[in-house]
């Protein structure tokens, strides 16, 4: 599981309104459903539902992921909580909030060639030799 991975499901876990919440990490939603906050969707799937704590590698990669999300708010805000709970702050905000962040985890993957990139080295490759 990666930064990304977390920034990923969380957006879709918070894509229909219904499912996003202020003022707590989670909660009952009104139709059986949870509901969560921007943080609580990255908490929710890192939480071990059961007495145990979290392992220090998800508490990492926890705060790591909210750091993300963190790097992205507007310049006013202090955290994810503060942006989410403020009575200003609409769903639409969360998951532009989101996707700001999944596209800045996206462009640091390497990029890997595609087979005709590689096919069109090995061309080149060949013609440098045969030269």
Request: with cysteine.
């Amino acid at each position: 599981m990666t930064k990304l991975d977390l920034l990923v499901t969380g957006r879709a876990m918070l894509a229909n309104e219904y499912n996003w919440c202020k003022g707590v990490g989670t909660r009952p939603g009104p139709d059986g459903g949870r509901q969560y906050c921007a943080r609580g969707a990255i908490s929710e799937q890192l939480s071990t539902h059961d007495a145990k704590p979290m392992s220090k590698e998800h508490i990492r990669l926890h705060a790591a992921t909210i750091d993300a999300l963190e790097d992205e708010l507007p310049d006013y805000y202090a955290n994810v909580q503060d942006f989410n709970d403020n009575r200003r702050t609409t769903h639409v905000d969360i998951l532009a909030l989101y996707d700001r962040a999944i596209a800045k985890q996206r462009s640091k993957q390497i990029p890997r060639p595609t087979g005709i990139e590689v096919f069109e080295k090995l061309l080149e490759t060949k013609e440098l030799v045969d030269a």
